[in-house]
């Protein structure tokens, strides 16, 4: 018993062992420390510039000139121009034809390289293959499409060479066709990769006993695939979305000043100093976009899916 006394005061108790050591800082504080830059780099980047954007949509403007004020003239004549509406509209339809195509095609490439394609190595060089005309800028990649849709150029120069036209076809560059074309190039990548990240967590157990339960292929995708890719397609959905709307550039190009969204009119308005009107129509677009995005979430819960 003497012996065991000594080396029952030496040991350390099991309290004082799994004591944590003390932190020199509050959790609290080392939170927002944590988020603090981050918090500030949106606050003064994204949300400053957003509400000058709005404070300014309420301002008179002559010339080149604008004062302080809170007028609802600049909305008005939003909602009430013939012009400005037909732009709204022309954008909506090139985001709706674009989101149809690109979710089409993107499901389908997705589903080839998850599904199809067995070996994570073929399936890694399939994608970074895709990605290879994103190494270059778009305005390379948007002027490539001129030569190639021209009324001389390559895809004429084949239509005709088949004889099936008697002359070349006009439509191919300058129109609606070309811009919603370089729309598709561009942004099908956008719509693929959510997609197969989603599609990749899919359990393969769940497709082995559909099959055993005499599931056949369209079954399959049908009811176990395309439910648990809509994570996937819902993100998807939102990066084309976000991007058609917003874009200024292809339609100028390819379009041939024959055809305009809501930015191309925002541009024509900062290049006339008209900046109230322009900033009420970037808050309208903003408005937009965003119903659309809640919409989408709405449909989808992608928190609780990305949880999952």
């Known amino acids: 018993?003497?012996?065991?006394?000594?080396?029952?005061?030496?040991?350390?108790?099991?309290?004082?062992?799994?004591?944590?050591?003390?932190?020199?800082?509050?959790?609290?504080?080392?939170?927002?420390?944590?988020?603090?830059?981050?918090?500030?780099?949106?606050?003064?980047?994204?949300?400053?510039?957003?509400?000058?954007?709005?404070?300014?949509?309420?301002?008179?403007?002559?010339?080149?000139?604008?004062?302080?004020?809170?007028?609802?003239?600049?909305?008005?004549?939003?909602?009430?121009?013939?012009?400005?509406?037909?732009?709204?509209?022309?954008?909506?339809?090139?985001?709706?034809?674009?989101?149809?195509?690109?979710?089409?095609?993107?499901?389908?490439?997705?589903?080839?390289?998850?599904?199809?394609?067995?070996?994570?190595?073929?399936?890694?060089?399939?994608?970074?293959?895709?990605?290879?005309?994103?190494?270059?800028?778009?305005?390379?990649?948007?002027?490539?499409?001129?030569p190639f849709l021209g009324r001389n150029g390559i895809l004429n120069d084949a239509v005709m060479a088949t004889h099936l036209v008697n002359q070349p076809l006009d439509f191919l560059l300058f129109s609606d066709f070309a811009v919603i074309l370089a729309y598709v190039h561009i942004f099908t990548l956008m719509m693929v990769a959510p997609i197969v990240n989603s599609m990749s967590k899919i359990d393969r157990s769940l497709i082995a006993a559909a099959r055993d339960a005499g599931a056949n292929e369209w079954m399959i995708v049908r009811d176990i695939i395309l439910p648990l890719s809509k994570t996937g397609m819902a993100l998807g959905s939102v990066l084309v979305l976000t991007q058609v709307m917003g874009d200024y550039y292809i339609v100028r190009v390819l379009s041939g000043g024959k055809s305009a969204g809501v930015v191309s009119g925002i541009a024509t308005q900062l290049n006339a100093f008209e900046y109230p009107p322009a900033a009420a129509s970037s808050v309208v677009l903003l408005v937009i976009v965003l119903a659309l995005v809640i919409g989408i979430f709405s449909i989808v819960d992608v928190r609780k899916e990305l949880a999952e």
């Not at 509400?51 to 301002?59: A, D």
């Not at 073929?122 to 005309?133: F, K, N």
């Open 1 to 146: 018993m003497s012996l065991a006394a000594p080396l029952l005061r030496s040991a350390p108790s099991t309290k004082a062992a799994s004591r944590k050591p003390a932190r020199p800082w509050p959790n609290w504080l080392v939170s927002w420390l944590q988020v603090g830059p981050l918090a500030l780099v949106l606050l003064f980047m994204f949300v400053m510039p957003l509400i000058f954007v709005v404070v300014v949509s309420f301002f008179d403007y002559e010339r080149v000139q604008i004062y302080p004020a809170f007028l609802l003239d600049n909305y008005a004549e939003i909602f009430t121009s013939a012009v400005t509406g037909r732009l709204y509209l022309k954008t909506l339809e090139y985001a709706a034809i674009v989101e149809a195509i690109t979710l089409v095609l993107g499901f389908f490439v997705a589903y080839y390289l998850t599904f199809h394609v067995r070996t994570l190595r073929w399936r890694i060089i399939l994608m970074l293959a895709c990605t290879i005309p994103f190494f270059t800028s778009n305005v390379i990649r948007m002027i490539s499409w001129i």
